[in-house]
T-cell receptor, first 115, second 116 residues
Framework: AQKITQTQPGMFVQEKEAVTLDCTYD???????LFWYKQPSSGEMIFLIY??????QNATEGRYSLNFQKARKSANLVISASQLGDSAMYFC????????????FGEGTQLTVNP | DAGVTQSPTHLIKTRGQQVTLRCSPK?????VSWYQQALGQGPQFIFQ???????QRGNFPDRFSGHQFPNYSSELNVNALLLGDSALYLC???????????????FGEGSWLTVV
């Protein structure tokens, strides 16, 4: 069975600084994908970044990068140059071959960016 | 290019009533999944539709049912509403797993359901 663990219920960061949000996962399938989503208070789940288990390089999308450590089963999200608009809930999720496009989510991390 | 659209955005129902939520997937996507997100928790998978059939189901009772139409849009129906059904209901669209590179899963803005 798949499992996603996000151990930081809340994180605080100063504007313009970098922040790392932790995510560890568990699956017995060697082929899987890891996702990060941002959820503002409005509720929409906004796709940020994706990492496939066979990808050779860490994924990057603008200010977002994924620190993928396969042996440790971790997929931490790094946000550089934080902005006030980054304040939101962040979810790590995964899928594997048995789940298809069904995602398993973690409990989320509430990020607050301070001016 | 329209993204995933859901309706209604907010609704209030009384215990015992029935509710129908609607979702139109992103253009080009053929698979629709529904998730329930209770306050302060991560989304939980309800079920997934592909080719107008339920392909996967999470741990939800039969009161939760769905449908997919030939144009790939989908409905989520919940019967005999309970107070505990109050949640944000999210629709996700994607390509069928065999067709997709794996990273094309997009969500709508959700439907906030309050049961009183």
């Amino acid at each position: 069975a798949q499992k996603i663990t996000q151990t930081q219920p809340g994180m605080f960061v100063q504007e313009k600084e970098a922040v790392t949000l932790d995510c560890t996962y568990d699956t017995s399938d060697p082929s899987y994908g890891l996702f990060w989503y941002k959820q503002p208070s409005s509720g929409e789940m906004i796709f940020l970044i994706y990492q496939g288990s066979y990808d050779q390089q860490n994924a990057t999308e603008g200010r977002y990068s994924l620190n993928f450590q396969k042996a440790r089963k971790s997929a931490n999200l790094v946000i550089s140059a934080s902005q006030l608009g980054d304040s939101a809930m962040y979810f790590c999720a995964m899928r594997d071959r048995t789940s298809g496009s069904r995602l398993t989510f973690g409990e989320g991390t509430q990020l607050t960016v301070n001016p | 290019d329209a993204g995933v659209t859901q309706s209604p955005t907010h609704l209030i129902k009384t215990r015992g009533q029935q509710v129908t939520l609607r979702c139109s997937p992103k253009s080009g996507h053929d698979t629709v999944s529904w998730y329930q997100q209770a306050l302060g928790q991560g989304p939980q998978f309800i079920f997934q539709y592909y080719e107008e059939e339920e392909r996967q189901r999470g741990n939800f009772p039969d009161r939760f049912s769905g449908h997919q139409f030939p144009n790939y849009s989908s409905e989520l129906n919940v019967n005999a509403l309970l107070l505990g059904d109050s949640a944000l209901y999210l629709c996700a669209s994607s390509l069928e797993a065999g067709k997709s590179s794996g990273n094309t899963i997009y969500f709508g803005e959700g439907s906030w359901l309050t049961v009183v």
